[in-house]
């Protein structure tokens, strides 16, 4: 059973950084596409990038936001920089068994994580 598992989320003031991390268990990231979607109350679940042979990203983010992947310890990181009051959200891992031309919507992901909360404070 494959289970993603994020961390690193908390607090922080605008102009800040934050690294994301995300462990999957009972695969292994090297076959998966592996993605970072967010959140905020109200909105519907909104794409930030995702990273197989290439890295693709949300126009509001890119620039500030970087993805890599770790295969030896089956880990995702996003890296957060120049962090905005709007970027405050819950995110949200993501893994693939494949890459879709549909890489940008939620149902091209077949495993998620349970979500932690980024707070950026003006």
């Known amino acids: 059973q494959v289970q993603l598992e994020e961390s690193g989320g908390g607090l922080v003031q605008a102009g800040g950084s934050l690294r994301l991390s995300c462990t999957v268990s009972g695969g292994t990231f090297s076959n998966y596409v592996g993605g970072w979607f967010r959140q905020a109350p109200g909105k519907e679940r909104e794409f930030v990038g995702c990273v197989s042979w290439i890295t693709y990203y949300a126009d509001s983010v890119k620039g500030r936001f970087t993805i890599s992947k770790d295969n030896a310890k089956n880990t995702v990181y996003l890296q957060m920089n120049s962090l905005k009051p709007e970027d405050t959200a819950v995110y949200y891992c993501?893994?693939?068994?494949?890459?879709?031309?549909?890489?940008?919507?939620?149902?091209?992901?077949?495993?998620w994580g349970q979500g932690t909360q980024v707070t950026v404070s003006s």
């Open positions: 993501a893994a693939g068994r494949h890459f879709r031309d549909t890489y940008s919507v939620p149902s091209a992901y077949d495993y």
